[in-house]
């Protein structure tokens, strides 16, 4: 395919030309030739100095530019939900019938015996996806850049606001809302929002705005706030191999990594930043008896009250 979509740009190359572009040898590049004009595509050899592989004039895939791994790509989509959800699995499918009309049946079959070989399922085990019943409208409101009244469910409470909406995440099976409002951007979780309103008025996206950009500063951010206690712990074997499964992995691995060598019982000190105390002992029970708390005082006793009153109902 990208043998293909290089002959459709130039034309005309020799094969040491296409053996370079290509990064292959030439030996494999004859070869590559020989399968491209099998699978039906028109091209010819030309002998002598100047001659090369060339496609025959006046044909072409109508792809241009698309390369082998982006055609293998838009197969590999698939119809996702989070697109469905937004109103484009259709379009998607459209996308899906175009490549595959344009593509010789041979490179269709193998984007697609590729694309057979990947599949994208966001949220994580054992739990259900956001139920966000106003996401096709938050959805309009973001791609119309129209100004919305929300009423959002805070605690038992609702409040109302007036967001611009600049765009959707999706992490995890939930839908986020980042909206302008006043001076600056937050997030809201779309399951919340119990109605919206698209108003009349329309809003310029913030100068710069990058959707991408602003996520990550504001989940590395937020993930911080939460990383209030530093607590050091005594992990054996066993445990170290289980604490990526009961705190945050890359937290885990990035503790595990600075920890020092494993004591003569083979016990390894970790620090971990995790949250208030109530909570860094309720995820470090989920080790039993494989960690030992050491610090600060108020996570160890938290851990030994947790754990004794566990003791004591299955007397």
Do not use: C, N
């Not at 499918?93 to 490179?107: C, D, F, I, R, Y």
């Not at 996206?205 to 607590?231: C, H, I, K, N, T």
């Not at 499964?245 to 020092?260: C, F, I, S, T």
């Not at 000190?269 to 309720?282: F, Q, R, S």
Request: hydrophobic share 45%; glycine share 8%; net charge neutral.
């Amino acid at each position: 395919m990208a043998l293909l979509f290089t002959l459709q740009s130039r034309r005309s190359a020799t094969i040491a030309e296409l053996a370079e572009a290509l990064g292959v040898s030439e030996r494999t590049m004859h070869r590559d030739v020989a399968a491209l004009r099998d699978t039906g595509v028109p091209l010819w050899t030309e002998p002598g100095r100047h001659g090369g592989v060339r496609l025959v004039d006046g044909w072409r895939s109508r792809l241009d530019g698309l390369t082998s791994r982006e055609a293998v790509a838009i197969f590999a989509m698939g119809v996702p939900r989070a697109l469905a959800e937004l109103g484009l699995g259709t379009a998607v499918s459209a996308a899906h019938a175009k490549v595959s009309a344009t593509l010789p049946a041979a490179l269709r079959e193998q984007a697609q015996h590729l694309a057979q070989r990947f599949h994208l399922d966001a949220p994580g085990w054992f739990r259900r996806e956001d139920e966000a019943g106003h996401l096709a409208a938050v959805a309009r409101a973001v791609w119309e850049q129209r100004r919305t009244l929300v009423s959002y469910r805070r605690g038992d409470g609702l409040v109302e606001r007036v967001l611009d909406p600049l765009g959707l995440v999706l992490k995890a099976g939930v839908w986020y809302l980042v909206a302008g409002i006043g001076d600056g951007a937050r997030t809201y979780r779309v399951g919340r929002i119990e109605a919206v309103e698209l108003l009349d008025e329309r809003f310029e996206r913030p100068a710069g705005f990058d959707l991408v950009s602003w996520w990550e500063r504001s989940s590395a951010q937020f993930e911080r706030s939460l990383q209030r206690a530093r607590v050091r712990v005594r992990l054996s074997p066993a445990g170290a191999r289980a604490l990526p499964r009961v705190v945050d992995a890359d937290l885990a691995v990035a503790a595990l990594e600075q920890a020092g060598p494993p004591g003569p019982d083979g016990w390894t000190e970790v620090d971990l930043p995790l949250e208030e105390p109530e909570i860094a002992a309720g995820q470090l029970l989920g080790l039993g008896v494989e960690v030992e708390v050491v610090e600060p005082p108020a996570v160890r006793a938290a851990f030994a009250d947790a754990a004794r009153r566990m003791a004591d109902r299955h007397r």
